[in-house]
């Protein structure tokens, strides 16, 4: 996933992106950085962790400037390391010319990386910014196309997932991939400017929510004013649907639709014509919340707050490796004592990938005392990877690709187990064709990703 951030025309603009890369942790816990810019030049910081740990006032103090950009990482592309930390900064003769912040993946990066490394760019991390920086530089500069030409033309090439802001001395510049898979918008108030990934972030920062940046296009503030430059790569818009399921905070905005909102329908669809019987309804916290919410209101069933989540875990389904994953399982919930036992209980979840932790979860709540446990799943079921900015495992790890819903229901110890329909998916939307199903059909709008790592 990753967050991004980037304001214009702001007294020391590193502390705002500090804020809206806050209000954005959760698309990305493993490293933060901020750049900015003043008349001395650029000045950034860069740290393995999460913001409020990266950042401090004295660290935000050192970033002066009206103008910064900032990024939290969630790696799906190269290792979690200094060296693979946004924003990516684009030198020439040791002179910075921008920084390039991006949220994403792109599944042609080889192609990308062969073009640049012919014309002697060498690669220092592993990262898809650092490949998008190079490019733009080697078009902008080298071929002396300038950088407006150079983003039309990565947008050409570049196939998959890429939100990107990018800043100059001067300017700021906010792109999108012509799929506009992740979200990114952008605001203003008084001839301040503000682009994030979710509106959250210009909640924060108080600055009115204007709108998304359209696919494939090239938004441009600089010191004459504001610019917009239409796309040029005509693609079939394919929004990530599991922004609304799962990634996004239910106070954004996104693709036009109210987070919260959408999760309620879904809750409600999965609701309609099931005729379970339970006590209660309750969520899986944080991010099921509102599904289980509308399965509530919808059924009758009453919601209550039967797990407790320990918000100082990350979350499962984005921790990088095994380990890490299954302890966050066995610290992150806890049952309310004496509240389950007893009860007939409908426990609501976003989504299965491995099923691993959502069999953890069923086998507490029978461990306190739980009389039936009947799963509702938010989403339909995950059998094809993702490739495009969601670190989904491979397809043989992922438990709805080998097993048919029956065999899952047995494996995580259910009593029932209902997952709801594409069809009902996209029911709880205004414009379900413009969303990428892909991860449930296998239909990649925008190919296949072949490399695992780039750079050994
Ligand atoms: S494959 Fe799934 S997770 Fe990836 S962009 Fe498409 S809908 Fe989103």
Partial sequence: MCGIAGIFKKENASFGVAEALFAEQHRGQDSAGIVSWDKEGLHSHFGLGLVKDTFSQEKLKSLPGSMAIGHVRYPTQGPVSLCNCQPHIFSMDGKPIFALASNGDITNLPELIEEIEKEGFALEGDNDAEVMA????MVAFRRNK????????????????????LMTDEELYAFRDPWAFRPMCYGDKDGVAAIASESVALDILRIPYKGEIPAGSIFRWGPDGSMTYPRRVEKPARHCIFEHIYFSRPDSVIFGEKVFEVRRKIGEALASGDDVKADHVIAVPDSSNYIALGYANRSGIPFALGLVRNHYVGRTFIAPDQITRDEGVRFKFNPLPGFIAGKKLVIVDDSIVRGTTIKKLIRMLRENGALEVHLRIGSPPIRYSCYYGVDTPNREKLIASKMEIEDIRAFIGADTLKYLTIEDLRGTVSNPDDYCYACFRGDYPAGEKKHPSLVS
């Fill in 134 to 137: 190079k490019f733009v530089g």
């Fill in 146 to 165: 300038g950088l407006v030409e150079a983003m039309y033309l990565l947008m050409e090439k570049a196939l998959g997932a890429f939100s990107a802001v």
